[in-house]
C-alpha cells in the first residue's frame, strides 16, 4: 500500500522538476511563432536563443533560468481523497527535495533580518499554498515558479468605477513602458478585475494557468484581453527589452463580482521563464501528469 504523503511528496519533486526544466508546449510554440513574426533582428535573434536555451535545458535536464523563483501551489481535493492530515507538510517536504536534487536556487529569505536564509525554499508563508475542496477523490497539484523579475512588477489599482473597463488597456501600456525589459519580456500577462484587493491579484496570478493565448469564454473579456496585449505590443519594448514588435506573448483576464463603489484590477506579470506544471495523484497514490502542457 502506497504512503498518500509520500506519493504527494514524490508528486511535487516530479512536477517541480517538470516546470524548471521544460518549457511548456503552449509557451513555446508561442515563442517560436513571435520569432517567425518579429522583425528586429536584434529581438528575434534573442527569441531563437530562448528556443535554444529551452532545448538545452530539456537535454541536460536543468532550469532553464537561474532565478527558480518560489514556489506557488494551486491544488484541488477531491472530497473522497483519504487523507487531510500531513498534506501540507507532504507538499513542504516535496520542495525540500526538490531544491536539493534538481537543484532549485534557494530563493526563501527573512524580509527584515537580511541575514537570515532558509536553504530549502520554504519558511514562514512560503510555499504559497491554496488547496480548495471539489468533489471527486484526487488531489491535483498546479506548481508555479515565480522569478522575481516578473514578480516585482505587480501591480494593484484601485480605480474609479465610472469607465474603469475602458481605461485598463491604457493603464497597463504605461505600467509596462515603466517595466521596460526588467520582466523578461515577451511575457504573459495575468489581470484580475473585481473582488476585493485580495482576490483581484489572486485570479490575476492563477488565471496564468490557463493554456498561453486561449481566449476567455466570454466575447467581452476575450475582447478587453486583445485590447490590452495591441496596447502593450503598441509599446515596441520587444524581446528583453531590445526593441521590436512582440512585447507581450497573451494576455489572461478573470473576473469577480465586486461591490458597487470599488473597481480593482490586478495585474500581475509572468516572463517568458512561464515554469508552470500540474500533476494528479490518484486515492491509491497513482501519479500523472496531464497531456494539455506535456505531451
Ligand atoms: S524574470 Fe523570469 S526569465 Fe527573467 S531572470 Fe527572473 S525568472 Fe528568469
Known sequence: MVDLKDAIADAMVQVIKLAATRVRKDVRNLIAAAAKEETNQLARKQLEYLLQNFELAAKECL???QDTGTIHVFGTIGEQFPIRAG???AIEAGIVNATKTIPLRPNSVDPISETMKYKDNTGPGLPDVSLRVVPGDMLELDVLLKGAGSENMSKLVMLEPIGAKER??????EYMINAGGKPCPPVIIGIGIGGSASTCMGIAKKSLL?????????PATHTLEIAIKDAVNSTGIGTMGLGGAITCLAVHVDTCARHPASFPVGIVVQCYAHRHARVRVEKDGYKTIP???YP
Open 63 to 65: 532550469p532553464y533560468c
Open 87 to 89: 498534506i501540507y507538510a
Open 168 to 173: 485598463i488597456p491604457g493603464i497597463v501600456r
Open 210 to 218: 490557463r493554456e498561453a493565448g486561449a481566449p476567455h469564454p466570454d
Open 291 to 293: 497531456e494539455e502542457f
